[in-house]
């Protein structure tokens, strides 16, 4: 069944609640409200659309949908250590405010535009069945993690901003000739499951003060790495560096 929702104050679904058909859901009126899920499943709200006048919807648990739309006025603001499931794309018009949740790209086939209008994202898996995820601007930034489990993932076009640990660990990745720059202060790891053809970065830069550890055997950046701040532990095997190769103080490599 297709439907058109329209939730001018709060939405929640119980832990015995189900949704079902296809259809648009939006957070229309003015004011903050929120968005839970109880269900131990979460049900899929359809595309959801986040559009009223000077709307905010704070998400309070695990919650799915289509796709999430946030409108020229309105923010979404993550809430929390939650999972924002989606099997579609995500479009920031606005504001998006990522706390400490993290965008899950899930779904079989799906091809999935990531548009952050300008707002950070706190984390991202990509977890699509022969699909993928495609980010749209020429800068993104991650404060934690990007991971692939499965499908493939194309980098901004200029810069990819990782805070936490870059893991591929099933899918694979196009570089699209970005820097990718790793400015967390943890200990982080990088796995990019490198092929002759596939999955090597471009630049990287490391500016952090962080540790990181290639834990492939063998890893490759196909332009320039640099180290300006913090250690990183070079693969077990190989690293290959297709040009340039820079260390300044206080970076180091192991």
């Known amino acids: ?3 058109r929702l329209n939730v001018a104050k709060a939405l929640s679904t119980g832990a ?27 049900q899929n709200i359809g595309q959801a659309v986040v559009d009223g006048a000077v709307r905010t919807v704070n998400v309070g648990s695990h919650v799915l949908a289509s796709t999430i739309t946030i409108g020229a006025n309105d923010t979404l603001n993550g809430g929390g250590a939650y999972d924002i499931q989606i099997q579609g794309n995500f479009t920031n018009n606005n504001i998006f405010i990522p706390s400490t949740s993290r965008i899950l790209v ?5 091809n999935a535009i990531i548009k952050t209008g300008g707002s950070n994202l706190y984390a991202l898996r990509a977890s699509t069945t022969a699909g993928s995820v495609a980010f749209t601007e020429s800068t993104v930034t991650l404060l934690d993690n990007l991971e692939i489990a499965t499908g493939t993932v194309t980098f901004p076009t200029t ?8 893991q591929n660990t099933g899918g694979a990745f196009a570089h699209n000739n970005a820097e990718v720059r790793f400015t967390g202060a943890g200990t982080e790891t990088i796995e990019l499951q490198g092929t002759p053809f596939l999955n090597a970065f471009y630049d990287v830069l490391f500016n952090g003060t962080g540790n990181w550890s290639f834990i492939d055997t063998n890893a490759t950046t196909s ?14 095997g190989q690293l290959s560096v297709d040009r340039d190769f820079i ?7 192991i």
């Not at 332009?223 to 077990?236: D, M, S, W, Y």
């Not at 260390?247 to 490599?253: E, I, L, N, R, S």
Request: aromatic share 10%; hydrophobic share 30%.
């Open 223 to 236: 332009n320039t790495l640099t180290i300006q701040n913090g250690a990183v532990t070079f693969p077990a």
């Open 1 to 3: 069944t297709t439907r």
């Open 247 to 253: 260390t300044t103080a206080p970076g180091q490599f």
């Open 106 to 110: 899930t779904g079989a086939s799906t």
């Open 159 to 166: 810069l990819l901003r990782i805070g936490g640990s870059f």
């Open 16 to 42: 015995n609640g189900f949704w079902s058909g296809t259809g648009t859901t939006t957070f229309d009126g003015s004011g903050s409200a929120t968005w839970t899920d109880l269900n131990p499943v979460s």
